[in-house]
């Protein structure tokens, strides 16, 4: 799960089990809009008992669930591997003023410091305010 606009890769291990060379005709995803795909460090063929590394990259487009299928397609048999993938869209948020300090109090009211978390599409604004009480001793 990732804020809309920003990105998330995943490495997925693609490994030959079989008695002979793996050729690797395409790696594809389902849903180009949401997800990406690139081979990594698999080539075109993978030889017996090797692995290789594929990226799948998530970035979606709008606050929502979504599915895709990564699919190898391959010369063994059944011609095509796959895998599913899910992502979930959230709310983008940013915080302002990142860190809030605090000094000693010199009456015994202490201090109140306010944090302000933003909706980044500006629809929503939700204030935090976190108080220290201090005593005078």
């Given at each position: 799960d990732i804020a809309v606009g920003r990105t998330n890769t995943t490495l997925f291990s693609l490994t030959n089990n079989g008695y002979g060379p793996l050729t690797i005709n395409d790696i594809t995803v389902?849903?180009?809009a949401n997800f990406s795909v690139s081979r990594g460090t698999c080539g075109?063929?993978?030889a017996v008992n090797d692995s290789c590394s594929i990226a799948v990259t998530f970035?979606?487009?709008?606050v929502n669930t979504f599915t895709s299928t990564l699919t190898v397609a391959h010369n063994a048999l059944g011609g095509s591997s796959s895998a599913s993938l899910s992502g979930k869209g959230l709310v983008p948020l940013s915080v302002a003023p990142t860190t809030l300090s605090f000094t000693p109090a010199t009456?015994?009211?202490g201090l109140v410091r306010t944090a302000t978390i933003t909706e980044l599409s500006g629809n929503t604004s939700i204030s935090v305010t976190s108080s220290l009480l201090m005593a005078n001793t």
């Amino acid at each position: 799960d990732i804020a809309v606009g920003r990105t998330n890769t995943t490495l997925f291990s693609l490994t030959n089990n079989g008695y002979g060379p793996l050729t690797i005709n395409d790696i594809t995803v389902s849903d180009i809009a949401n997800f990406s795909v690139s081979r990594g460090t698999c080539g075109s063929s993978l030889a017996v008992n090797d692995s290789c590394s594929i990226a799948v990259t998530f970035q979606p487009q709008s606050v929502n669930t979504f599915t895709s299928t990564l699919t190898v397609a391959h010369n063994a048999l059944g011609g095509s591997s796959s895998a599913s993938l899910s992502g979930k869209g959230l709310v983008p948020l940013s915080v302002a003023p990142t860190t809030l300090s605090f000094t000693p109090a010199t009456a015994p009211t202490g201090l109140v410091r306010t944090a302000t978390i933003t909706e980044l599409s500006g629809n929503t604004s939700i204030s935090v305010t976190s108080s220290l009480l201090m005593a005078n001793t």
